[in-house]
């Protein structure tokens, strides 16, 4: 297996190169990776579907035996590509907890961490452009 990440991939149907990219790709390509979707709220106030994850945002399970629980991100590791959110947790045998991973896939975004004023923005721009461009028919 090639060991250097090649940035002129575009796509494949096969879906074991789509996970020898993912798996090979560096963390700011993995950060980008790791978006979740937005409530319909969100949606209509950003002009976005998705956006990655960070620490502090509100999101809600949509799949699993947590389904429709909410909670904010506790930690996001983009070497993983797992999130963990705050008491949402497993009791082993022997009583000690240990938290759930997710996949940001499985996550909807309810309430955005809004202490970076620039990850705001930037949406807010995108928002913009895309009502400047002119609709396809």
């Known amino acids: ?6 940035k002129s991939w575009k796509s494949s ?8 990219y ?3 790709a560096p963390l700011h390509l993995r950060h980008q990776m ?29 799949v ?7 909670g904010k991100v506790k930690t996001v590791d983009k070497k993983t590509m797992v999130i963990t959110i705050e008491k949402i947790q497993n009791q082993k045998k022997d ?8 996949n940001p896939s499985n996550l909807q975004i309810t309430e955005m961490n809004a202490e970076d ?3 705001i923005r930037i949406k ?4 913009e452009e895309k009502k400047d461009a002119p609709k396809k028919k």
Do not use: C, H, W
Request: net charge positive; charged share 45%.
């Open 1 to 6: 297996m090639k060991k250097k990440f090649s």
């Open 13 to 20: 149907t096969q879906t074991r190169k789509k996970r020898k």
């Open 22 to 24: 993912q798996a090979n």
């Open 34 to 62: 790791m978006k979740a979707n937005l409530s319909k709220e969100l949606r209509k106030k950003y002009g976005m579907r998705s956006i990655p994850v960070r620490k502090g945002d509100t999101v809600k399970i949509m």
């Open 64 to 70: 699993g035996k947590n389904k429709k629980k909410t």
């Open 95 to 102: 009583g000690t907890k240990i938290d759930v991973k997710f």
């Open 117 to 119: 004023k620039r990850r």
């Open 124 to 127: 807010k721009e995108n928002k």
